[in-house]
């Protein structure tokens, strides 16, 4: 089992930045994916940036150029730096932690931090 605490969420004004932290503990294993997905209301969750244990970042098109996620291995603990929030980043921001064991892909989430953006 993997426990996520998330932090970091609040309200901003447009245009202003925000750094989320998750931190994971249990049972990790090397290889995995960390990375932060969100929901807004009415809508489907969606994934914004994922990185690998081995640093490589993917992020969503609405991310690029303005989201930045890091990770430190040893602390297990992924961030994701937002720079010139919009409304339209307004969403509850969710960390995931993925591996696999065996056969099976193991998927853990945060308990979600709400990120409000006011124009």
């Known amino acids: 089992q993997v426990l996520l605490v998330e932090s970091g969420g609040g309200l901003v004004q447009a245009g202003g930045s925000l750094r989320l932290s998750c931190a994971a503990s249990?049972?990790?294993?090397?290889?995995?994916?960390m990375g932060w997905y969100r929901q807004a209301p009415g809508k489907q969750r969606e994934s914004v940036a994922v990185?690998?244990?081995?640093?490589?970042?993917t992020y969503a098109s609405s991310a690029k150029g303005r989201f930045t996620i890091s990770r430190d291995n040893a602390k297990n603990t992924v961030y994701l730096q937002m720079n010139n929030l919009k409304p339209e980043d307004t969403a509850v921001y969710y960390c995931?932690?993925?591996?696999?064991?065996?056969?099976?892909?193991?998927?853990?989430w945060g308990q979600g931090t709400q990120v409000t953006v006011s124009s």
């Open positions: 249990g049972r990790i294993f090397s290889i995995n994916f």
């Open positions: 995931n932690h993925l591996q696999r064991d065996g056969n099976n892909d193991d998927s853990y």
């Open positions: 990185m690998a244990n081995t640093g490589i970042p």
